[in-house]
């Protein structure tokens, strides 16, 4: 054993297992539901004030209060965790970071056998879907893979335009409802967010493809370039998923890039209650997905795949002199955006070699069950209001008070269920309408907890509403 000051020496193997101790011990109190949020105790804020540690308190110690910290802080992986979209931390995911984490592989240059489990677990990824990828890349999530594929599509649209910039004639379309990492990706490409078209949605808040049609007939008329259409895979707001056949087809039609954004909703592509939604993903350019929302590995894997390796290199392949000769290995450096890229494929690899493609898929059809089962409460609670149907895991409902304003209502009760703490669930507007919105993505949601969360919304509902 060396003697660096930083090696922990005789006190490894302890540390080791005092660590495994408590990942097992916050693994056990996963399993249930707790009935409070903590609050953040006083000395763990005095603790957070503290400046720079000269010297330190010694790995068990230190060990002891991250695990305070992280029993104090939003856990994604509590079974009512309905919050946003959450996660899991799936368990083999957690172990297979510890394990890349250890190794500190960096997948920019070529990493030998860890480029054969990422490029091999993008494969399974888009068998899994219906996506036929040829290629693609992991990313830190739906963000980066939308600025990806953006860019790689601006490159099509107006090859060179990385060297001379943009023309400031390139248009990008997506429904009115796609995510905010959309609009954000055409900001940074320099494509200015008025070039991003927001289209219309129908009733199940779907991207209107004849409105779509319209825009780019509008655009071309007026000599500006469309760079691509984003269609979105489940929609952050409601789960609704664009019509991706009818949207490729305008596409195909207008010879326009098709990114499909299922950072969220994607992996339901996977089974079999929910896999026509998604009938012409195999026409896209590009999809996006994030086996750190609904294939519940831990934050953060997100998966870009394409079907044309070459649009990702003519986008992103660059000369510099610190990067080895080409003959030497292939460097995804050559066709991604980050120069340091941690070993995210493994934990979706390990957890896919360990548990199957059909555990994942009974998963995902789970929580599509316990988001119908959520449906059918709310529709039968006669002070509660159901806002769409569920076309995957998302559930926008709101309590429904006997007098006042409902709006101000539902925003006060996502305070107070916050403050509650027995389920964990946030807000939105739909349609100028405040409501409950949670969202299913964690294998460790049972029906009892989708149960638990109606009646704990109507339980709270009632209590502000008698205080209002
Ligand atoms: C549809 C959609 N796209 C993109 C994103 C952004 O993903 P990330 O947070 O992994 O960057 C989200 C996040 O919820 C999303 O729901």
Redesign the pocket.
Same mark, same amino acid.
């Given at each position: 054993m060396n003697d660096t000051p930083l090696a922990l020496g005789e006190a490894r193997t302890e540390t080791l297992e005092h660590g495994l101790a408590l990942i097992l011990e916050s693994w056990r109190g996963f399993d249930r539901a707790r009935s409070y949020q903590p609050p953040i105790a006083e000395h763990i804020r005095t603790l957070l004030d503290q400046g720079l540690p000269q010297s330190g308190i010694g790995p068990h110690a230190a060990l002891d209060e991250v695990s305070e910290i992280l029993d104090e802080s939003l856990a994604h992986s509590r079974p009512r965790f309905f919050g946003?979209?959450g996660s899991s931390g799936l368990e083999l995911g957690v172990l297979a970071d510890a394990l890349a984490g250890s190794h500190d592989i960096n997948l920019a240059a070529s990493a030998a056998a860890a480029d054969l489990v990422e490029r091999q677990t993008l494969r399974w990824v888009g068998d899994l879907v219906g996506y036929p990828a040829a290629w693609g890349t992991f %990313?830190? /999530?739906?963000?980066?893979?939308?600025l990806t594929a953006l860019t790689a599509a601006r490159e099509r649209a107006q090859p060179g335009c990385r060297i001379d910039g943009c023309d400031g004639r390139g248009v990008v379309y997506a429904s009115v409802e796609?995510?905010s990492?959309?609009e954000r990706a055409v900001e940074v490409l320099g494509l200015g967010r008025r070039a991003l078209r927001p289209i219309e949605i129908d009733a199940a808040r779907r991207m209107r493809p004849d409105a779509l049609a319209a825009a780019i007939d509008r655009d071309i008329a007026e000599g500006l370039r469309p760079v691509a259409v984003v269609a %979105?895979? /489940?929609?952050?707001l409601t789960g609704a998923v664009d019509p991706i056949r009818a949207v490729a087809e305008v596409c195909a039609a207008h010879g326009v890039w098709l990114h499909v954004?299922?950072?969220?909703?994607l992996p339901a592509a996977a089974t079999a209650s929910a896999r026509h939604l998604f009938d012409g993903l195999e026409l896209a350019d590009s999809a996006?997905l994030?086996g750190?929302?609904w294939l519940f590995v831990p934050?953060?894997c997100?998966v870009l795949l394409v079907r044309n390796r070459a649009d990702l290199e003519a986008a992103f392949s660059h000369d510099a002199p610190y990067i080895p000769e080409i003959e030497f290995g292939e460097h995804p450096v050559e066709w991604t955006l980050e120069y340091s890229r941690p070993f995210r494929a493994l934990k979706l690899w390990l957890a896919l070699r360990a548990h199957g493609a059909e555990a994942f898929r009974e998963a995902i059809e789970h929580d599509l069950e316990l988001a119908r089962l959520v449906a059918d409460l709310v529709r039968s609670a006669d002070d509660l209001e159901l806002l769409t149907e569920p076309a995957l895991s998302i559930v926008p409902f709101r309590h429904v008070p006997s007098r006042g304003d409902p709006d101000a209502h539902n925003r006060r009760l996502v305070g107070a269920l916050q403050r509650d703490g027995r389920v964990y669930v946030t807000g939105a507007v739909v349609d100028g309408r405040w409501c409950l919105r949670p969202c299913i993505v964690n294998y460790r949601t049972s029906a009892d907890d989708a149960r638990a969360l109606v009646d704990v919304v109507r339980e709270v509902g009632r209590r502000i509403e008698s205080e209002e």
């Open positions: 946003y979209v %990313t830190s /999530g739906g963000m980066l893979s939308n796609a995510h990492s959309v %979105t895979a /489940g929609t952050t954004d299922g950072a969220y909703g996006a994030d750190h929302k934050k953060a997100g």
